[in-house]
Each structure stands twice: as structure tokens, then as C-alpha cells.
């Protein structure tokens, strides 16, 4: 058994094909390699990749696959012809069969991987910060079944999008996210919304939060939970979100109850934003907001007053915020 990709390839210069096969390293090393023939007038480009616990079996299966659908074009090529989405759907439909027949080494379980990824998303310990490193571990550990590995694929890609805009990176996410809901991740549904905000699409925005705080109550997941700051920041991005869509804040029954921990996770994320006043200010925004809307207020006390204790030392901006 040998972990490793099946990627999809093509080439501007012989329109209609693609090239399928597997690699153990990064499928972009693979292209780079392919690329740097000189036979080949234009750069491969990677359509799309999976990683597989075992990608010999995987190849051999996918080409069958292909075969039978006659769609290769020479028995000793792994050139095909024909719809990329059709050939997309072939090598989903084995890693939905194949990984989960598959059983995890020891060593390299889901967990295991999806920790790996955490460690190089954010540069833990003594590992270096590599996104690519992170997405590859995300990957596998979600080819094998990891419902927050999903959640970080999605996680990742958004972010990425935001930066640059890119439609793959979009479109990644989605993908991402939506296997994620589907497996019961409904942790995937913030980072959707989030994803909606940014395209300023109000109606799926509204729409995914409605199915978060539906699918925690009607299917809560202890072992997507953690503790309850995940749920704490959730609700924090929640209302950044509504506020900068100037869209009414909903769902107030659980976000009074977890109302402590939201006010903690704005005054870390204050605390981590300390030299980007840009970034502070829809945390701030949100800080405000939650002073007056989610703790209870004596009714000798103004209202005004409340945003004015002194809980934090970042806690006074949210007094000159503008709501």
C-alpha cells in the first residue's frame, strides 16, 4: 500500500485530453516535471487531485473505470479523452470506495494527520508554517474520514480566496465545505457563511447560519465540539458578519447562553490584532454589540454605560466604535 495522489492534468496545447495518473510527491511537483519536457509546448496544469491511502490500486481501478467508459485513448497511455467532470466524478466515486475499505496505519491515522495539519497551518511547536503542507495533510486525513479535517480543507481555501479572489480557491472551498456538511460537520456551515459574506450574498449568508445553530441543536457532535470556545468563536464571526451586512443578529437565545465566552473569544482576537487597528475594528464593532444586546442590564444602569467597564484594556474602543 502506498500513499499518494491520482491527479488530473492538461495542457492547452492538446485541447479535449487529460492525463491521469498517480505520484507520491505534491501533485504540482508532478506537472513541474511533466511541463519541463520539451515535447510539450505549453505547461501542464493540475484540473484536479485526491490523495488515496493507496493510489497504486486507486490508478489501477480509475483506469478500469475510464476504460469501460471508453474514454483512454491508447491501452499504454494514460491519456483520456472526454468530459473533465465525468472523469472527476470516476476517481470521487473510488476514493468514496476505495479509502474507506482501506484501513489508517497506525502511525498516520486521520487524527493524527488532521493534528500534522494543524501543526503546519499554523507553525505549532517546532514546525515550520506551510500552508501547502497543511492542505496536503487536511486532504488525506479527510480522504480517510476526518470531519474536521473537511472543516480545515474549507477553512484554508476561504482564507485564501478572501486574499486573492481566485475562483479555484472559491470553488475548492465549496467543495470542502459541502462534503463536510454532508458528513455532519455543521461547523462547515460558518466558514460558508463567512465565504457568503465576503461575496456579499446576504440570502445564503442568513440561510447557513440558520442551518449551524438548526444542526448543533438537532445533531449535536461532541467530538467536533471541543470546548466551548469553538462554539464561542463561531458565534463572534456570526456577528462581525451581520454587522458589516447591516443584517439583523438572530438566533439571541444561544447567543446569550454562550454570551461569556463570546466576550472572551472578541477580547482574544482584540488581543492577537493588537498592531492591524483595520482588522480590529469589526471586532470591536462586534464587542459593542455584544455588551449591549447579550448581558443582562439592571434597569437602574443607562445602557450606555455598560460599554464604558473596564473588563479589558481593549475593551474602550468598543465605546467609539461605530455601531
Not at 473533465?84 to 468514496?96: G, L, Y
Not at 475548492?172 to 460558508?192: D, I, P, Q, S
Not at 467536533?224 to 470556545?229: A, C, K, L, N, S
Not at 455584544?290 to 465605546?319: C, I, M, S, V
Amino acid at each position: 500500500m502506498e500513499q499518494g495522489w491520482i491527479y488530473v492534468l492538461v495542457n492547452s496545447s492538446i485541447p479535449g485530453m487529460a492525463k491521469i495518473g498517480r505520484t507520491v510527491r505534491p501533485p504540482a511537483d508532478r506537472a513541474a516535471e511533466l511541463s519541463a519536457a520539451t515535447g510539450v509546448a505549453t505547461p501542464f496544469i493540475i484540473a484536479f487531485d485526491q490523495p488515496f491511502a493507496d493510489c497504486c490500486e486507486a490508478e489501477r481501478l480509475i483506469h478500469a473505470e475510464l476504460d469501460r467508459r471508453g474514454l483512454r485513448i491508447a491501452p499504454n497511455r494514460e491519456f483520456f479523452r472526454g468530459p473533465i467532470s465525468e472523469m472527476v466524478r470516476v476517481i470521487i466515486d473510488t476514493a468514496d470506495r476505495c479509502d474507506a475499505a482501506v484501513p489508517a496505519l497506525p502511525d498516520q491515522s486521520a487524527d493524527r494527520l488532521r493534528l500534522a495539519g494543524d501543526r503546519a497551518l499554523f507553525g505549532l511547536g517546532d514546525t515550520l508554517q506551510d500552508t501547502g503542507e497543511a492542505l496536503r495533510c487536511f486532504k488525506l486525513a479527510a480522504s480517510r474520514g476526518s470531519l474536521i479535517a473537511c472543516e480545515r480543507l474549507g477553512h484554508v481555501y476561504v482564507r485564501l480566496y478572501l486574499g486573492a479572489r481566485s475562483r479555484a480557491g472559491r470553488r475548492r472551498a465549496l467543495t470542502a465545505l459541502k462534503e463536510g456538511v454532508r458528513r455532519g460537520n455543521y461547523y462547515c456551515y460558518c466558514e460558508l457563511g463567512i465565504l457568503f459574506a465576503a461575496d456579499r450574498h446576504v440570502a445564503n449568508f442568513e440561510k447557513t447560519w440558520d442551518l449551524f445553530f438548526a444542526r448543533r441543536a438537532d445533531s449535536f457532535n461532541a467530538d467536533i465540539e471541543g470546548d466551548e470556545t469553538r462554539f464561542a468563536q463561531a458565534c463572534s464571526f456570526y456577528i462581525t458578519c451581520a454587522i458589516d451586512l447591516d443584517r439583523p443578529r438572530t438566533h439571541l437565545a444561544e447567543l446569550r447562553a454562550a454570551s461569556d465566552a463570546i466576550l472572551a473569544a472578541c477580547l482574544t482576537q482584540l488581543d492577537a490584532l493588537r498592531d492591524q487597528p483595520e482588522a480590529r475594528l469589526p471586532v470591536v464593532r462586534a464587542l459593542r454589540w455584544a455588551y449591549e444586546n447579550l448581558l443582562p442590564q439592571p434597569e437602574f444602569t443607562p445602557r450606555r454605560r455598560l460599554g464604558r467597564r473596564k473588563l479589558h484594556p481593549w475593551a474602550a474602543e468598543a465605546d467609539t466604535a461605530p455601531a
